[in-house]
């Protein structure tokens, strides 16, 4: 159980083109996910919080405008990166909790590439 | 706020040998305590956790951790490695009792186990 899908795994774009991403819970009802940033041979940077029905809580620095996120039902969030430039390129990955429960699950991250 | 410190970015060890990642974290409240893990292009998946009772937990795959409370650490502990577990490993906390269990990362220890 608690299996988080993420997709696509891999997404090359074209500068100043929008990209979306997406993350299913698939087997548990995820109140609230997470998105994250992953530079190379670093930490997770958490980007937006999303509840469902509710709009995303940004973390600071992070461009709500830029990095849309909709969290329409309890089984799925979307990431949205508009106008993407090189510097968006970047492993992003999700996660989801169920309300109530600490434990949060990922989904396996999508390789964004912008040339 | 709550931060992690994993003391080494990086612990190569030689297969069937001990190994011990470790971690410390920092938090005026309670916390609950985490092990991830991960392997190249891929997500974050849940090792164990601790979030009350016995402080010693394990996992199926034969690693253990101890919350310290007394120390504020949570070391990652496997009798025997095995080429297997060569990922990279992150430490992370959330407030217990907190809305949402926003997860506080460490910035990582890579584990390489050789041959």
């Known amino acids: 159980g608690a299996v988080v899908s993420q997709h696509p795994s891999r997404v090359i774009c074209k500068s100043g083109t929008s990209v979306k991403i997406e993350c299913r819970s698939l087997?548990?009802?995820?109140?609230?996910m997470f998105w994250y940033r992953q530079f190379p041979k670093q930490s997770l940077m958490l980007m937006a919080t999303?509840?469902?029905?509710?709009?995303?809580?940004?973390e600071q620095g992070v461009e709500k405008d830029k990095f849309l996120i909709n969290h329409a039902s309890l089984t799925l969030s979307t990431l949205t990166v508009t106008s993407a430039h090189p510097e968006d390129s970047s492993f992003y990955i999700c996660?989801?909790?169920?309300?109530?429960?600490?434990?949060?699950?990922f989904g396996q991250g999508t390789r964004l590439t912008v040339v | 706020a709550q931060s992690v410190t994993q003391l080494d970015s990086q612990v190569p060890v030689f297969e069937e040998a001990p190994v011990e990642l470790r971690c410390n974290y920092s938090?005026?409240?309670?916390?609950?305590l985490f092990w991830y893990v991960q392997y190249p292009n891929q997500g974050l998946q849940l090792l164990l956790k601790y979030l009350s009772g016995s402080t010693l937990v394990k996992s199926i795959n034969g690693f253990e951790a101890e919350f310290n409370k007394s120390q504020t650490s949570f070391h990652l502990r496997k009798p025997s490695v095995h080429i297997s577990d060569t990922a990279e490993y992150f430490c992370?906390?959330?407030?217990?009792?907190?809305?949402?269990?926003?997860?506080?990362f460490g910035k990582g220890t890579l584990l390489t186990v050789n041959p």
């Open positions: 999303s509840n469902e029905g509710s709009k995303a809580t940004y």
């Open positions: 992370a906390v959330s407030v217990s009792g907190g809305s949402n269990y926003k997860l506080t």
């Open positions: 087997d548990f009802q995820a109140t609230t």
């Open positions: 996660s989801a909790k169920t309300g109530g429960r600490p434990e949060a699950f």
């Open positions: 938090s005026s409240v309670s916390v609950y």
